[in-house]
């Protein structure tokens, strides 16, 4: 059976309201699932750079790399022509900064903002419940050190 390997980057998008966080997810069009905007890095480019560029075209959005969060999702999956691909997706907590959701592209169906604990609910993958879960917990633990000056 033929293999290959994948690297992509994406990033977990927050933003305060007035009731709380909310990050965004995506549905995507190809497999109706909701998961994380994240995609291939490209020759040149390095993972911030990645993660960055496919939040913009992904969901619409412009957002800025916090930091990392930490290991990346490790996967396997069978594409077109039995192909076996080894997936690692290295992902970013970033924070909003300007655009809409609606500027989202062809490849999302849907982009929607929601609290981490119905992103969690939603999506479609472990992995990305687990990512969303971090990024959660690091969100609380950086707003609590800003409170603490």
Known sequence: MKSRDEVSAGGVVYRWTTHGVEVLICKDAGYHRWVLPKGWVNKGENLGETAVREVREEVGVRARIVESL?????????????????????????????????????????????????????????????????ASARIKELADQERRG
Not at 73 to 85: D, F, H, I, L, S
Not at 118 to 134: F, H, M, P, T
């Open 70 to 134: 930490g290991e990346p999702e490790k996967y396997v999956y069978t594409a077109q022509g039995g192909v076996r691909v080894f997936k690692t997706v290295h992902y970013f907590l970033m924070i909003y900064e300007s655009g809409s959701e609606a500027d989202h592209d062809a490849e999302m169906e849907e982009v929607r903002w929601v609290t981490p604990e119905q992103a969690i609910e939603l999506l479609a993958y472990q992995g990305a419940k687990n990512v969303v879960a971090r």
